[in-house]
């Protein structure tokens, strides 16, 4: 916490002295730094700090070190000027660009053991973890309407159950199914961790009157699952939905959508969820280009029962997806809570 706090305060002096400032995580930004040409370069800045012997620092470091390696602090001078430097700044050069920093090294690759990101994740990053991909991926669809067409999912929830109940669409992704869903007369949250994706359906939904509502929930960032199922359980009897989000995350993802729904179903309702599955050996399908992932439903039903979850109805069906690729087997697994 004191480590997130220094880095806000350096960042509001910075913006109090002019400079743009684009923040990367809770302990790390960028400062845009105009050159004499005009061009903007972009300076890191990286907060870290020291835990039982090691050093953690954002750049992805997680290192035994000295703190008299650091401290008190040296200097050292760069292009003409004096400069805080620490106290042994070879063994910095060191964990960060290996011990053979000395001689340039076009090929050196920095390899952060997954130890220290997952670390690094849980204290700073928890609002971007695996976040990037997706962002990259809407940035350039932000402010425009999606296909308004629905997935089968969302029109099996809205025939199957009491839209009186407020559904919760988790990893909503740009909003088409949460939209549509409105449109029915439901009350619907939809949940992403992309900020902005589904700006264009917020839009539309102020315009048209719509109960919907958009918030943040990343699978990897347990405060936020805990936050969001918290709520979800105090507003009563919900219907989640998960459609194509289980074959877009890992084991602790779908263990942590496990998680909220047990959260979120504590007061009744029922999870419906729709992923693909791998093929049957022998058993030709067309290759999806949406980097899903297929994913054994019996791992999804171990995980899910684990958290206490009765699995009421497995389909087997094909999906398009989002690529509107046919002929991908799939399955749609419908899930509820014994009170």
């Known amino acids: 916490v004191d480590v997130v706090r220094e880095s806000f305060r350096l960042q509001r002096d910075l913006q109090e002295r002019g400079f743009e400032v684009d923040r990367y995580s809770a302990a790390a930004f960028k ?27 954002m750049g992805e470091i997680g290192t035994a070190f000295r703190e008299e390696w650091i401290f008190p602090l040296g200097t050292c001078t760069l292009a003409g000027r004096t400069l805080p430097a620490p106290a042994v700044p070879e063994k910095l050069l060191e964990a960060t660009y290996g011990p053979g920093w000395k001689v340039p090294d076009p090929a050196f690759h920095f390899e952060t053991p997954q130890s220290t990101h997952r670390r690094l994740n849980g204290w700073y990053r928890g609002m971007r973890a695996f976040r990037n991909e997706w962002d990259r991926r809407y940035s350039q669809l932000r402010e425009k309407l999606p296909p308004l067409e629905p997935s089968a999912l969302a029109r099996q929830v809205a025939r199957d159950e009491d839209l009186q109940r407020r559904i919760i669409d988790i990893g ?25 994706a589904s700006n264009a359906v917020i839009r539309v ?41 289980l074959d877009a995350t890992d084991r602790r993802g779908l263990e942590a959508l496990a998680r909220f729904s047990r959260m979120a179903l504590s007061g009744g309702g029922r999870l419906h969820t729709e992923f693909f599955v791998v093929p049957t050996p022998g058993v030709p399908t067309s290759r999806g280009s949406d980097r899903l992932r297929p994913i054994d439903p019996d791992r999804v039903a171990r995980a899910f029962v684990a958290a206490g979850a009765v699995i009421v109805q497995t389909t087997r069906t094909e999906d398009q997806g989002a690529s509107g690729e046919p002929g991908r087997p799939a399955v749609r697994m419908v899930m509820e809570w014994q009170r």
Do not use: C, K
């Open 31 to 57: 400062v845009d730094v105009v050159e004499s040409d005009g061009r903007v370069r972009g300076l890191d800045v990286f907060g870290g700090h020291f835990l039982d012997g090691r050093l953690y620092l």
């Open 172 to 196: 909503a992704g740009r909003g088409t199914d949460a939209l549509w869903l409105a449109r029915q007369g439901a009350s619907v949250t939809g949940l992403d961790y992309s900020h902005g």
């Open 205 to 245: 939904a102020d315009q048209e009157g719509l109960d919907l509502e958009i918030a943040w929930m990343n699978l990897h960032e347990l405060r936020s699952v805990l936050a969001q199922g918290a709520r979800a359980a105090h507003r009563g009897p919900v219907t989640l939905m998960a459609n194509h989000l």
